[in-house]
């Protein structure tokens, strides 16, 4: 029930001009003559004035807090006009019934005297009070606008770590199948892979945490992760990376650039007389570039939607244009746009780490 700061300045900065009128109106000129207007009765009407203020704000704060929706504004404006229209009446009418009656200064009430300090407070509470309404309503509006965002960025963050889930398993099963398959063929292989496994997976662990990563991390990883591809695959696959180091700063999804470099290797016949080249480079306009030519297999391998769609998926919640897939008969192409670091695209809200293997 406590008084806004709204509340308290516009009564501090009304209440003497309300004080001012309503003596103008009982003693006329005499205001400006009479030293005893101002030493008495300025004082008692400031005095009453506040008692009156205090009433009006504990009835409309409590109205407020039984209505408090912004769905409920037309009924508590009906029951603010139908309580404190009444109440300021009664409060312009006691301050001329008790100077009538102890005859302050001489006064003595009329009809005229009370029709105008009654339209004095009613137009004063009309002003001050659609003031404060209209203070209410927008704060509670805010309020709305606050929540929805909130309930917005809980959706999305749940979404992104729905998509963050993904990746961990998708990542093991294919390790795991190309681990079993090395133990058959080649066991030195084999004990390579799973060295190099570990290494790459804990550093997989520490950056999917974060829903983004800076270019600097994930060029590392992919580092990493084409040693793993050498041991299972040897000179079948190439990797090329140009990245211009202004750009190392800059973040995009977590495990992009494995998901892609992954999806080629699934997806293109390797073989060490025709390899599968990947180039991974920056251009301008803040886009980083994977391109592989195209192998075709001979027996396509069905998707499990895990790779583009996840990647896709993600730049759609962090509401950031620009993610293309291109392909032709030669070449398999993927542009990923790239997100200033601390920047307000980071829908997200994920805070970058830098981490190291």
């Not at 999804?253 to 390797?270: D, F, I, R, Y």
């Not at 998707?303 to 962090?318: E, F, H, Q």
Request: proline share 3%.
């Amino acid at each position: 029930m406590r008084p806004t700061l709204l509340q308290v300045y516009s009564f501090f900065t009304s209440m003497p001009l309300i004080d001012f009128v309503l003596n103008y109106i009982m003693y006329d000129e005499r205001i400006f003559k009479d030293a005893k207007v101002w030493l008495i009765s300025f004082p008692l009407i400031f005095v009453i004035g506040v008692a009156s203020w205090s009433g009006h704000v504990v009835i409309g704060n409590a109205i407020k807090k039984r209505y408090p929706q912004l769905e409920q504004t037309r009924i508590r404006i009906i029951i603010l006009a139908l309580l404190l229209v009444p109440f300021m009446s009664l409060s312009v009418t006691f301050i001329f019934l008790l100077y009538d009656q102890l005859g302050m200064l001489g006064y003595t009430l009329t009809e005229a005297d009370l029709k105008a300090g009654l339209l004095v407070g009613f137009c004063v509470n009309l002003i001050f009070e659609t003031l404060f309404e209209a203070d209410y309503v927008l704060g509670k509006y805010k309020e709305s606008i606050e929540e929805k965002n909130r309930m917005r960025d809980l959706a999305v963050q749940q979404e992104f770590d729905t998509l963050k889930s993904q990746v961990n398993p998708h990542f093991l099963f294919n390790c795991f199948n190309t681990l079993s398959s090395l133990i058959s063929e080649d066991r030195q292989k084999a004990e390579s892979f799973l060295n190099e496994l570990s290494k790459v997976y804990r550093y997989l662990l520490r950056n999917n945490e974060d829903g983004l990563s800076t270019v600097e991390n994930e060029v590392k990883f992919i580092q990493s992760y084409y040693k793993l591809l050498r041991t299972r695959h040897g000179e079948a696959v190439q990797l090329n990376m140009e990245i211009d180091k202004r750009y190392e700063s800059y973040l995009l999804p977590s495990l992009t650039l494995q998901l892609l470099v992954e999806n080629v290797v699934k997806h293109n016949s390797l073989s060490k007389n025709y390899p599968v080249v990947i180039d991974i480079f920056t251009t301008a306009g803040n886009k980083l570039v994977v391109n592989n030519n195209l192998r075709h297999r001979v027996v396509k391998i069905q998707g499990t939607k895990v790779g583009l769609d996840n990647i896709s998926a993600k730049y759609k919640l962090l509401n950031k244009q620009g993610f293309q897939v291109m392909a032709d008969e030669r070449n398999f192409t993927v542009v990923l746009p790239l997100i200033w670091n601390g920047s307000t695209e980071d829908k997200a809200g994920h805070a970058n780490k830098t981490k190291t293997l």
